[in-house]
């Protein structure tokens, strides 16, 4: 399992290590064809930044090289707001008194059918807050037993799972996964994660491991950025798509790096912030690093920068998000966990990508190539 590897890494060490890097390792870096975690450390490191337009031409080479011009695209459907876990940047955590919803199976297929009229997507990832007594597997299960009627690809982003329930949801239909560990580091985890199943660091960690075993064709992870310090929280993650993919070799991976924003109104406010020049040399880096991996945008990032980083090493994208339960036709209205940046319409991103020389692609990367 993850967390025994993890438990070698020491979080200090590698900040000092990432802040000490040198010019020297930088070049020594970018002149490699396969790069070590260290190497990426010096990658993202504050030295490679004089070398953000070489990198940046490295990372479109090897993207086209190996996903050629296409974008994948995606639509999110949050299921429910329901929550029973307390983290502390989230609207949806179990203090706040808002009304909750769980979308029952009626709805559900009213929104798959409102999101088939906006572009004709086949990648769903439907989402929900932690409540498994209320919308546990055999909610999902129903959620996937009617997607299948409209979506070739259905991925869940939900609470971590045990092996045989991801195996269970497989059965139904299910081909990919999505879940943030949100911070690697163990020490300042339950800062963020006071109470319930996300305060357990362990669980949510190996789960990785537990998707994989189940047999879950695709896996989706990312670090929540502005939460503790994004170059050695990233390098974490780096070591941990590393020893996915030894371990498992046959799974498919993806990143995203999900930015924090600034709270208007007095909610949780960021530790850190990343720059969008230090997001590109990220994206930049992780391709370098990780040729095959899928780096995902979603509709968190301004339109400009989905834009731009599209020809540089995206690879998936979503779009026209609503981030609401029943965002889409039943509860137009309701609260929504964060806003989305990139408010264009699917057809709106679809006909940017093509005017900049990219295919957007409606189903998944492996139906695509086969
Ligand atoms: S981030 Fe997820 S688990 Fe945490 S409170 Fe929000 S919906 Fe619940």
Not at 145 to 169: G, R, W
């Amino acid at each position: 399992m993850f967390s025994d590897e993890l438990e070698k890494i020491s979080w200090d060490e590698t900040t000092k290590s990432i802040y000490a890097k040198t010019d020297a390792d930088v070049r020594r870096a970018l002149a490699k064809d396969r790069l070590t975690v260290d190497d990426f450390m010096a990658l993202i490191s504050p030295a490679a930044e004089p070398y953000l337009e070489q990198m940046a031409l490295k990372s479109r080479q090897i993207t086209l090289e190996r996903f050629g011009k296409t974008i994948s695209m995606f639509i999110p459907l949050y299921l429910t707001n329901s929550c029973t876990n307390s983290c502390v940047y989230c609207g949806f955590h179990i203090q706040n008194p808002m009304a909750r919803t769980i979308l029952t199976m009626e709805e559900i297929e009213s929104e798959f059918k409102a999101i088939k009229k906006l572009a004709p997507f086949e990648n769903i990832l439907m989402v929900t807050g932690e409540n498994p007594a209320k919308a546990g597997v055999p909610y999902l299960a129903n959620a996937i037993d009617i997607a299948k009627k409209y979506f070739a690809n259905i991925k869940i982003e939900v609470m971590p799972l045990a092996t045989e329930e991801y195996a269970e949801l497989c059965d139904h239909g299910l081909s990919g996964v999505i879940c943030f560990q949100e911070t690697y580091n163990k020490a300042r985890y339950n800062v963020y994660h006071p109470r319930g199943m996300k305060s357990k660091f362990e669980w949510r960690l190996n789960g990785f491991d537990r998707m994989a075993q189940a047999g879950v064709h695709s896996i989706g992870m990312g670090v929540l950025v502005g939460l503790e310090d994004w170059r050695t929280d990233m390098t974490m993650m780096a070591y941990h798509v590393r020893y996915l993919e030894k371990n498992y070799w046959k799974t498919k991976y993806s990143v995203n790096f999900p930015r924090m924003r600034v709270a208007e109104n007095g909610g949780f406010q960021p530790n850190v912030i990343m720059s969008d020049k230090e997001l590109a040399q990220l994206t930049f880096a992780f391709r370098i690093f990780d040729h095959d991996v899928d780096i995902s945008y979603s509709t968190r990032e301004p339109a400009n920068i989905r834009d731009n980083m599209a020809t540089l090493g995206v690879t998936t994208m979503s779009a026209e998000s609503k981030t609401e339960p029943g965002g889409y036709f039943t509860y137009p209205q309701a609260l929504e966990q964060f806003h989305v940046s990139d408010e264009r319409t699917a057809v709106e991103v679809m006909t940017a990508l093509k005017k900049m020389g990219r295919e957007p692609v409606w189903k998944d990367w492996d139906q695509v190539l086969q």
